[in-house]
């Protein structure tokens, strides 16, 4: 979780959108705090379990805006090389190419630079994780009944900003040093959308053998 990313550098204090937060002493900040402290663990299989007697959806919730934080921070500190010239398309590897679409500002797919792409999604999700409506954050308040499906919705497409970073941007990773933080993050997130299957297989092709990999390492 983000206590895993705090660093001396000001590089890694850049975000690429405004930092999400949690209010305090609301109950959703109790269970993120509950996070970080299995987390703090080290067995994250463990970690990302449904605490006892909880609400699923507000461990979803709580989750999905820790790793909208937590990919903000990630590509923030990639932002420079991440260029309308350097990645002319949003992509994954030489296979896969993403078109963006969110049904209600831009209708039909369309193609465009990864930072753009980037900007649209991270835009998009902040909007979801501030609209009351869907990620409530007063006690008593319930969620949706379409919640599910939207946060599996911003989770598919969180997951393709992870991809794009592995693909084409690792070697920037590993020039500054943050390739222990992106495993990391990356790591949590997939044994996350694993354990509540929140994210299709097919959409997890880019990085299956290094999801493959992450996962053995914990058999």
Known sequence: LSFLFHRTSSRSSKTFKP???IPEGSHQYELLKHAEATLGSGNLRQAVMLPEGEDLNEWIAVNTVD???QINMLYGTITEFCTEASCPVMSAGPRYEYHWADGTNIKKPIKCSAPKYIDYLMTWVQDQLDDETLFP???GVPFPKNFMSVAKTILKRLFRVYAHIYHQHFD??????????LNTSFKHFIFFVQEFNLIDRRELAPLQELIEKLGSKDR
Not at 172 to 181: D, K, W
């Open 172 to 181: 920037s990773v590993m020039q500054l040093q943050e390739e222990a933080h």
């Open 19 to 21: 930092k999400k937060n």
């Open 137 to 139: 954050s007063k006690i």
């Open 67 to 69: 790793f909208f934080n």
